[in-house]
């Protein structure tokens, strides 16, 4: 028995030896071979909230291949479950882990960046926890409910020196940047005029009867309502049928496209460090001005694909934006197609730019992660988003409140109006 347990020892001694003196050879993808990222170089991903929008996001990051998600956060159980089985079956493992609270996720050293796909009450409370725990941010829009935590959530991002994207990913998106680019590169003359498609806007204050509030287990309803005012649970709000009620919903509906297509007025006048100075509210939209003399003009459409106004050439798409000089207008949509005033602007146009559709992610994602690795700001970056948001929202309010608002972009508050000033922050519920 000691002979055969001796002869064990220096027969496991002798491999463990001729081991050693061999070269180690690993597989190419642990070196970042052959076009593989090395896992020391990948991004590492966790998710806040996965719903429709979420996945369709998610998707497209989990196509990069210097990015892990390694992490999903949800208050509901299906929608938790729903998520790593999305995520394990791309990577072929079950290693994604799942959390009911995000701040465990958050709690996490070992993950880079965070996607916040929640529901609006909840988009800059999460940004601005996860900027604090060392997390660069993705956020989908609106990233704030108010002027006020549109503020705050900017501030937070230059004070924590963390990356931000807001998910106005259109400014990524051939065809709508390349209208930019002929509208700031004079190849319409002097702008003019520019014409942004909202919603109609909708207040509804009511609330849905009350239902059993099912076992946390199930549906954490506290954290669901984070911030947002305390009321009776209701199976509707959970699948996604909270939009349009004022506590849960951002600027009256306004910020819905708002956020992309004002977003986009912004940046073709070269104005992503200011706001419209005035906001004059009608039946058939918000009319802004700028402090250079350009207009912009909040066009309600009832519907995505309803019938369009006078101002609007053809359908091109949901989000459709017109911008207008004194020597020709472009005009382009979700559909990637363009229309123009002119065959000399015809010519500028690039074909390949309407082959991405507007609701593709993909190079808005990878600005996002590049930045990461650069610490350079995205193009949706916390600035931009503050100012892009805080011009909805002021729209929204003039819309709210029936009249027209002056504001001034410096100090970012209402010039002479205590009530429009008093509707820039909303009371927040304690939830921790």
């Not at 002869?7 to 970042?32: E, Y």
């Not at 090395?38 to 998707?59: F, H, M, N, W």
């Not at 709690?107 to 796909?117: Q, T």
């Not at 350009?294 to 949901?318: E, I, K, M, Y």
Request: glycine share 8%; with cysteine.
């Amino acid at each position: 028995m000691s002979n055969r347990n001796s002869q064990s020892r220096r027969q496991f001694l002798g491999r463990s030896a001729a081991a050693l003196s061999a070269p180690w050879i690993l597989p190419a993808h642990v070196l970042g071979r052959d076009g593989a990222v090395a896992p020391s170089e990948k991004i590492t991903l966790g998710v806040i909230g996965i719903g429709p929008r979420c996945t369709y996001d998610l998707q497209a990051m989990l196509g990069l291949p210097d990015v892990q998600c390694v992490a999903i956060a949800d208050v509901q159980a299906s929608r938790r479950d729903a998520g790593k089985a999305l995520v394990d079956k791309h990577y072929g493992s079950t290693d994604c882990k799942l959390y009911g609270d995000f701040r465990e996720l958050l709690d996490r050293k070992d993950i880079d960046a965070v996607l916040i796909a929640t529901g609006d009450r909840w988009h800059a409370t999460a940004s601005m926890l996860a900027a604090q725990a060392g997390k660069d941010v993705y956020s989908e829009k609106p990233c704030g409910l108010t002027i006020e935590l549109c503020q705050q959530l900017a501030d937070t991002m230059k004070a924590t020196g963390r990356i931000f994207q807001a998910g106005t990913q259109r400014r990524s998106v051939p065809n709508f940047q390349q209208a930019v680019q002929l509208a700031q590169t004079g190849k319409l003359g002097k702008l003019q005029t520019m014409y942004a498609s909202v919603y109609v806007p909708t207040l509804d204050i009511s609330w849905l009867p009350g239902e059993p509030t099912p076992a946390k287990s199930v549906c954490d309803w506290n954290m669901w309502l984070g911030p947002a005012v305390w009321r009776p649970y209701n199976s509707q709000y959970v699948v996604g049928k909270w939009r349009g009620y004022y506590d849960f919903d951002s600027g009256a509906r306004i910020l819905d496209w708002g956020a992309h297509t004002v977003d986009l007025c912004q940046w073709a006048n070269q104005a992503d460090g200011t706001a419209p100075i005035s906001y004059e509210p009608s039946d058939a939209g918000i009319t802004c001005k700028y402090e250079n003399g350009v207009t912009l003009f909040l066009d309600f459409l009832a519907t995505p694909f309803g019938d369009r106004s006078p101002n609007w050439h053809t359908q091109l798409g949901t989000c459709p934006v017109k911008f207008v000089g004194d020597e020709g207008s472009i005009e382009t949509g979700d559909s990637g197609e363009t229309e123009v005033s002119s065959a000399a602007l015809r010519k500028e146009l690039q074909e390949s730019a309407g082959k991405v559709k507007g609701l593709d992610v993909t190079a808005h994602a990878r600005n996002f992660f590049d930045s990461i690795k650069t610490r350079k700001p995205t193009v949706a970056n916390a600035e931009v988003m503050r100012n892009s948001h805080i011009a909805c929202h002021a729209a929204a309010l003039s819309w709210i409140l029936k009249r027209k608002l002056t504001f001034d972009p410096v100090k970012q508050e209402f010039i002479g109006d205590e009530e429009a000033n008093g509707l820039r922050s909303r009371p927040a519920r304690n939830w921790a």
